[in-house]
């Protein structure tokens, strides 16, 4: 069966990459790395100064150049978009990959993101306005819970929050 929901992420560490990739075997969803032209943020010995580059942009509201992605989220009935929160904005490869795609979202879209500090809540409302649509659920980690039971809690409830969109898009995509 195709997957009717793709994940498409952007991480700094790597954290935000290993809840995409949980999130991706829980929900059976095709799994995307949004990637930075530049080096990537986690790569080691360059990951400094490209995340203090990130945060900047996203301070200011810049897009940062990404690399071609293969998957469209036109060919998906719900997408999840994840990313660190980076005081309260979508880090820039993320805008720059919403600007690319954001006219092929679906309607049914959801949030996540790793946190190491306050306001996830301020981006993913900046992460709804240029994605241009509410999500249907929203999922915050903070870094103290990574790895715990606390992390597992917190992505079943999300993906609980989701599961009643995942038959009727199955269901969707049989009758097209």
């Not at 790395?33 to 100064?49: C, K, Y």
């Not at 190491?116 to 809540?121: C, I, L, V």
Request: include cysteine; proline fraction near 11%.
């Amino acid at each position: 069966m195709a997957k009717t929901a793709l994940i498409v992420y952007f991480t700094m560490t790597g954290e935000t990459g290993l809840l995409a990739r949980r999130l991706g075997v829980a929900l059976d969803a095709a799994v995307e790395r949004i990637e930075p032209r530049g080096p990537a943020p986690d790569q080691p010995g360059l990951g400094l100064a490209t995340r203090l580059r990130t945060r900047a942009e996203a301070i200011v509201g810049l897009r940062q150049p990404i690399r071609p992605v293969r998957l469209s989220p036109a060919d998906y009935g719900l997408v999840l978009i994840g990313c660190p929160a980076v005081l309260g904005r979508v880090p820039s490869p993320v805008r720059q990959w919403l600007s690319d795609h954001g006219e092929d979202l679906p309607p049914a879209v959801g949030f996540f993101a790793s946190t190491g500090g306050p306001r996830p809540e301020a981006m993913f409302a900046d992460l709804a306005r240029h994605a241009n649509r509410p999500p249907l659920a929203t999922l915050a980690v903070p870094r103290a819970c990574q790895g715990s039971e606390r992390e597992d809690a917190l992505m079943i409830g999300f993906v609980k929050e989701l599961l009643p969109a995942l038959p009727l898009l199955r269901q969707q995509r049989v009758m097209v």
